[in-house]
């Protein structure tokens, strides 16, 4: 049986950027589990008063994100009372960058969700991704950052959904047999086009769960192994034969999909600006 602990996540904003530390962090302790308690949108007192209250009925180790210095300090000070080690996550990275360029920081909360050109740029991203999602529109094609391809239940939307939430334009265009491809995907030349493809052992397991959460009990090439392997093999000679770049999906989390694909976006930025080492 795994360990246990109670993890409080403490954020004067959307707790975003704490929970993701917090769970990167525990991840790194295999078979100890963490129990969060999360308290967003601490603004005051009387909402500080209401954690604290809950880290001492469940004592733990206590993250938090605060820019007030009064709740900071209270926090802190309930903390060292009831015995529970209490972290400020983005204290040196603050104190880094601070120094570096010479500037004080400016003790608001929740900074990064503003409302700014970059927010909207971000939901005009999501709409795109849905507007388009699975081929529905080829023409969002050539006006996309990026366009992944690849057989059905190779994460494509839930990529693109993520690329959307970091603001780039993501459609996603289904591989399959016998189905040609939109020509635009072939004359644009604006998004950077990536394939997707799993292992079959993994497509096939994957499909499979698919149809029995949709009642599915029927037989065909979408769960045929053979067949799987054959999808894919065309897959990535179409890949190969329009020298796209390609992602092995079958181990990969959607987090880290999109992050490749990001480092790609990047590259091929650098590389259109002369300036890739």
């Known amino acids: 049986m795994s360990r246990q602990y109670h993890l409080h996540l403490v954020s004067d904003a959307t707790g975003e950027t704490l929970n993701t530390v917090a769970r990167a962090v525990s991840a790194q302790f295999e078979d100890i589990e963490a129990r969060e308690h999360i308290y967003a949108l601490v603004r005051n007192k009387r ?23 009064a709740l900071r300090e209270t926090l802190e000070s309930e903390c060292a009372r009831i015995g529970c080690p209490c972290v400020s996550i983005l204290d040196r990275a603050v104190e880094v960058l601070g120094k570096y360029l010479g500037a004080e920081e400016s003790h608001r909360p929740g900074g990064q969700h503003q409302v700014d050109s970059r927010y909207m740029e971000r939901v005009e991203a999501v709409n795109f991704a849905i507007h388009q999602d699975d081929g529905q529109n080829s023409d969002y094609v050539t006006s996309a950052d990026v366009v992944l391809v690849g057989p059905s239940r190779t994460s494509k939307t839930p990529t693109c959904v993520y690329l959307a939430i970091r603001g780039v334009r993501a459609a996603n265009v289904p591989f399959v047999p016998g189905v040609e491809l939109p020509p635009a995907l072939f004359s644009a030349t604006k998004p950077l086009i990536v394939g997707l493809w799993a292992s079959p052992e993994r497509l096939l397991q994957v499909r499979r769960n698919r149809l029995v959460t949709m009642g599915e009990t029927k037989s065909s090439d979408y769960v045929d192994e053979e067949a799987i392997r054959a999808e894919i093999a065309s897959a990535r000679k179409l890949y190969e034969r329009h020298d796209w770049p390609s992602l092995d999906v079958s181990r990969r989390s959607i987090e880290e999909t999109a992050a490749t694909v990001l480092n790609l976006l990047a590259e091929r930025a650098l590389r259109a600006a002369g300036e890739l080492v």
């Open 47 to 69: 909402q500080l008063t209401r954690a604290v209250e809950q880290i001492e009925a469940h004592p733990g180790v206590v993250f938090f994100t605060l820019v007030n210095t």
